[in-house]
C-alpha cells in the first residue's frame, strides 16, 4: 500500500516538474491588440504564452486601464504594443500599474512595433485637437497591411531570439514559413482584388490605409468629418455628393464601429456597406492574422463584384 | 565622354517634351504636381525643424524634455434656493470659475517620475493640490512621496474635473472636511502575487487636516494602511473592493487625542465589448467613518450609465451623520452630461439637500474642458 501511494506521490511529483519546467520554458507575452498575439504566436509557437489585451472586436483607442490588465503584465517577459499612439489612453497606465521593470520602455521586453514600418498618413505642420483625433506619428493601423505583417514578424522573431536565444532556430524556421505563407497568400488576395477595375471606397474611419496602399484601392472620401469625430448632417451631404461624383460603390467600416451613418449614406445612395474586422476575432470567422486577412479580401471582392 | 555629354544636353532639351507626351492624362499630370507641392512642402517642414533645434544648442532652451502640460477648466452656473444673502455659501447662486487645475507630469530621470497639480479655486487663490514624486523599486514594489491625495474611498482620490457629480457627497465633506484629505506623506504600494489585482499601501502622513489631525506636536504624525482589490467577474464586468484605514494624533487631550478614520468602497462597472462598448454602468458606493471627539459617519450610494454614445445620466444618494447633534443631512442629485468628446463636457444636474437647517434646492450648469496632454483616468 505504502509503495503504491509513494508511486502516486512520485508519479504526480514527476507530473508537477515536467508542467512547471514546462511553463518555465515558456515567454510570458502580453500583446495589446490580437493581431499581435496572432503572429506572436506564429512566431513562438509553443515557446510562448500570450494574451492580447484588446479582444477583436473592441476598438483599442479607447480601451480602459483595467486593474486586471496591470496582473497580466505584471507577471509578463515581453509586452508587444502597436504604437503610434493607439493605445496612448491606457497603455502608460497599465505599465505603470503592472509594477514590471521588465516590461518598461527601453527594457529587453518592450517591444513597440511601430519602429519597423512606414507610418503613412504622418500630419504635416503644427497639430492641435481641433483636428480630431490625430495620431502625430501616423496611422497607427499598418497591421493590416500583409507586407508590414511580414516587417512585425521579423521584429517579433528578433526579440524573441534575444530573449530565448536556446531556441532561436526555431523562431526563425518560423518566421520563414511565416512569410513563406503570407507572400503565397498575398500574390493570390492581389490577383483577386487586381480584377476589380473600381475601387473606389468611401470609409467611416481612416482604419484601412494601409489595407488600400497594398491592393490599390481608393479612398474617395470619411464618414467622420475628422478622425473620432462624428459627421454633421452637412458633412454627411458632401460624402453623398462624393459617391454619386465620383461612382463609389463600396461603404467601408470596422466592426467595432455603429453602423448608422454608413446604413444612412447606403439607403440614401443604394452603395453597400462592408463590415470588416479591423483585428483578429473582428468577426468570429477572423480567428488568426490569416483567416481575417482572407476574409477582408474576400468581403471586398464580393462587394465590389456585387454593386 | 563627349557623347555622354551629347547624350545628356540632348535628354535635357527632349525631356519636357518627352514628359508631356508620356503623360497625356491631364489629371495623372495634376497629381504628381501636387505630390511635388507636397515633397517640397515636407522638405522645407523638416528643415524648419531640424533648424530650431539646432538652435537650441547656442540658446539652451529646448522644448524635447518639457513635461506633459494639461489644463481642466470648470465654469459653473449655480442656482441654489437658499443662502442667497450669505456670501460664505457653500454653493451660491451665481457664475463663477469654480476651478482650473494646471497639470504638469514627466520622467524626471530614468528612475523617478513627477506629476503635479496647481488648483485655482474662483480666480485668485492659486495653489499646490498635487505633487507626487513615484519611482519603481523592485518587482511590484513602488514607492510614492509629495502632497498625496490619501486613498480614503474612491472620492477622495478624483481631482475635481473627474468627479461624476457638481455637488461634493455630504458623507465627504463631513467625515473629512470640505478640501477632502489631501496630505504631504511618503508611502509604498506593493501589488501581491495574487490572481486578481490586490495591492497593499502604506503611508506615513504629515498629519495636517484640521478635521481629523493637526496634532499640537511636531512628530503627531498620521498613518494609513489600505487594501485596493479588484476583480474581472467577465470581460465585460469588474468589481473593485477597497478598504482603508488611517489613525493619528490630533490637537486633543485624554481619550480623544488620536483619530481613527475608516473608508470601505465597492464599485462595479459594467462595459459592453464590441460596437456597444460605450454603454457603460456604473456603480458605486462608499462607506466613510471617522472619530475625533465624536463619530461622523456617512456613506454615497451612485449609478452611472452612459445611455448614448456622448451622454451620461445618472443619480445619488448620500447621507451624513455626526453624533454630537445627532444631526443629518441627505443630498439627493441628478445630473445629466454630454460628451462631445472626451476633453469637453457639459453637465446639468440637480441636488437637493435636506438638512437640520433649511432644505436647499441646487441647480447646476456646469462646462469642463481638458487643453493639452492629460493621459486617461485609472479604471
Do not use: C
Amino acid at each position: 500500500m505504502k509503495k503504491k501511494s509513494l508511486t502516486i506521490y512520485l508519479s504526480f511529483l514527476f507530473l508537477f516538474l515536467t508542467v512547471t519546467s514546462v511553463q518555465a520554458k515558456n515567454i510570458n507575452i502580453v500583446t495589446t491588440t490580437t493581431d499581435i498575439a496572432s503572429i506572436t504566436k506564429e512566431i513562438g509557437g509553443n515557446f510562448v504564452s500570450i494574451d492580447s489585451i484588446a479582444k477583436g472586436g473592441q476598438d483599442p483607442h479607447y480601451i480602459q486601464a483595467k486593474p486586471s490588465y496591470m496582473v497580466k503584465l505584471n507577471r509578463a517577459d515581453l509586452l508587444i504594443y502597436q504604437g503610434l499612439q493607439l493605445e496612448i489612453e491606457w497603455l502608460s497606465l497599465v505599465i505603470e500599474g503592472a509594477r514590471n521593470p521588465k516590461v518598461r520602455p527601453l527594457q529587453p521586453g518592450h517591444l513597440d512595433l511601430s519602429s519597423f514600418i512606414e507610418p503613412l498618413e504622418i500630419p504635416i505642420g503644427d497639430l492641435d485637437r481641433s483636428m480630431g483625433h490625430v495620431h502625430p506619428q501616423g496611422n497607427p493601423h499598418y497591421n493590416l497591411s500583409p507586407s508590414n505583417a511580414i516587417k512585425m514578424a521579423n521584429a517579433i522573431a528578433d526579440k524573441l531570439s534575444l530573449l530565448d536565444q536556446e531556441n532561436e532556430i526555431t523562431y526563425r524556421k518560423n518566421l520563414d514559413q511565416f512569410v513563406l505563407n503570407i507572400n503565397d497568400r498575398l500574390s493570390n488576395w492581389k490577383f483577386r482584388l487586381n480584377k476589380i477595375s473600381n475601387k473606389k471606397v468611401i470609409v467611416f474611419h481612416r482604419t484601412w490605409i494601409y489595407l488600400f496602399a497594398e491592393f490599390g484601392i481608393d479612398q474617395i472620401g470619411t464618414i467622420e468629418k475628422l478622425p473620432g469625430v462624428p459627421p454633421t448632417p452637412i458633412h454627411l451631404a458632401k460624402v453623398k455628393n462624393l459617391i454619386e461624383q465620383n461612382d463609389v460603390r463600396v461603404i467601408i467600416q470596422a466592426s467595432y464601429y455603429d453602423s448608422e451613418f454608413p446604413n444612412l449614406l447606403s439607403s440614401k445612395t443604394g452603395v453597400k456597406t462592408v463590415v470588416l474586422p479591423a483585428f483578429v476575432g473582428g468577426v468570429p470567422e477572423a480567428t488568426s492574422y490569416f483567416s481575417t486577412m482572407e476574409y477582408v479580401v474576400t468581403e471586398l471582392e464580393n462587394a465590389f463584384s456585387s454593386s | 565622354m563627349k557623347l555622354f555629354g551629347l547624350l545628356f544636353f540632348l535628354m535635357g532639351f527632349f525631356y519636357p517634351s518627352i514628359q508631356s507626351h508620356a503623360i497625356s492624362d491631364g489629371k495623372t499630370h495634376k497629381d504628381i504636381k501636387q505630390l511635388e507641392q507636397r515633397i517640397k512642402k515636407l522638405e522645407s517642414e523638416r528643415k524648419r525643424n531640424s533648424h530650431s533645434n539646432n538652435i537650441s544648442t547656442a540658446t539652451g532652451l529646448s522644448r524635447s524634455f518639457n513635461p506633459a502640460i494639461s489644463l481642466h477648466g470648470l465654469l459653473l452656473g449655480t442656482y441654489n434656493s437658499e443662502g442667497n444673502d450669505n456670501s460664505s455659501q457653500s454653493y451660491k447662486t451665481g457664475l463663477s470659475v469654480e476651478e482650473l487645475e494646471l497639470q504638469l507630469a514627466g520622467n524626471v530621470d530614468t528612475w523617478f517620475r513627477v506629476h503635479s497639480t496647481f488648483s485655482m479655486e474662483g480666480t485668485e487663490t492659486f495653489g499646490l493640490e498635487e505633487l507626487v514624486g513615484s519611482g519603481l523599486i523592485t518587482n511590484n514594489l513602488s514607492l510614492q512621496v509629495g502632497k498625496l491625495f490619501v486613498p480614503i474611498g474612491k472620492h477622495n482620490q478624483l481631482h475635481t474635473h473627474s468627479q461624476p457629480f457638481v455637488a461634493t457627497p455630504v458623507s465627504n465633506e463631513m467625515v473629512l472636511g470640505e478640501d477632502g484629505l489631501k496630505e504631504i506623506g511618503f508611502g509604498a504600494n506593493y501589488l501581491l502575487p495574487f490572481p486578481f489585482f490586490s495591492e497593499i499601501n502604506l503611508q506615513i502622513l504629515e498629519g495636517e487636516n484640521e478635521d481629523l489631525f493637526a496634532s499640537t506636536v511636531n512628530d503627531g504624525f498620521a498613518y494609513l494602511t489600505r487594501s485596493a482589490n479588484s476583480f474581472d467577474l467577465s470581460d465585460e464586468t469588474t468589481m473593485a473592493a477597497n478598504l482603508a484605514y488611517a489613525f493619528g494624533d490630533n490637537s486633543l487631550s485624554g481619550p480623544y487625542r488620536t483619530t481613527e478614520v475608516l473608508g470601505v468602497d465597492i464599485r462595479f462597472k459594467h462595459k459592453p465589448l464590441g460596437r456597444e462598448g460605450y454603454r457603460t454602468t456604473v456603480w458605486q458606493s462608499e462607506f466613510l467613518s471617522s472619530t475625533r471627539e465624536q463619530i461622523k459617519t456617512g456613506f454615497y450610494t451612485y449609478l452611472q450609465q452612459q445611455f448614448a454614445k456622448h451622454w451620461w445620466a445618472q443619480g445619488r444618494y448620500s447621507h451624513s451623520y455626526q453624533q454630537s447633534d445627532r444631526s443629518d443631512q441627505n443630498q439627493y442629485s441628478l445630473a445629466l452630461s454630454y460628451f462631445p468628446s472626451e476633453f469637453l463636457e457639459t453637465k446639468l444636474e440637480y441636488t437637493h439637500l435636506n438638512q437640520y437647517a433649511a432644505d436647499e434646492n441646487q441647480l447646476f450648469l456646469r462646462l469642463n474642458f481638458t487643453l493639452g496632454a492629460h493621459k486617461g483616468h485609472n479604471y
